[in-house]
């Protein structure tokens, strides 16, 4: 059984950087068929998929139109985790920032972590 | 507003069969797959439907969905109050450099 445990701090001060992990049980971050991904959900935005880190003899990283300047996703195979960094957040990127796997089956996410909401206030 | 169009609600009572359209376009819907997800209240979306119409173990058999064209829709036939729920389809958008999009939801009431 797959699970995913994040951490993280529920508060970030605009213009900083938000930063969560992403601990993994039961696969691989370096596993070659599957994904890892974040998602926010917010009542403004709605589900918003962030991006995702994925090996193939390489690590690969995509992003959304809509972070994707301001977004890093990085692997930590020493520790069976991964990390999403954030750059120069305002109040609009408070939300529930979700960690998920991308299964190898038409990219259905399976498992999602628990979630953390996270702030961003003064 | 999402690119993929859901309703924002839904509802039936028990036993009866309730229907969610999930609709795109030829770049998302119309070339990718859908996939649903059930959120019940409070924690974390869990994966319903795959490949448009595939349910994954443990999902029941009353769960069923289909696709047409840049259309998908999700059945639930015998409706039971803890289906009560919100649920979301999603898909890859090929003008979105392949991001991928959800709809913005549909919340069902089991009355």
Redesign the interface.
Known sequence: QVTLQQSGPGLVKPSQTLSLTCAISGDSVSSTSVAWNWIRQSPSR????LGRTYYRSKWYN?Y??SVKSRMTINPDTSKNQFSLQLNSVTPEDTALY?CVRE?P???????????TLVTVSA | Q?VLTQPPSASGTPGQRVTISCSGSNSNIGS????W?QQLPGT????LI???D?R?SGVPARFSASLSGTSASLAISGLQPEDEADY?C?S?DDS???????G??TKLTVL
């Open positions: 709605g589900l918003e998929w995509d959304g139109v979700y299964r089956l038409g990219g259905a996410f399976d498992p999602w972590g628990q979630g | 999402s990718n797959t859908v996939t997800y974390a979306p869990k994966l795959y490949s448009n595939q994954p979301y999603a890859r979105l450099n392949g991001d991928v999009l959800f913005g939801g």
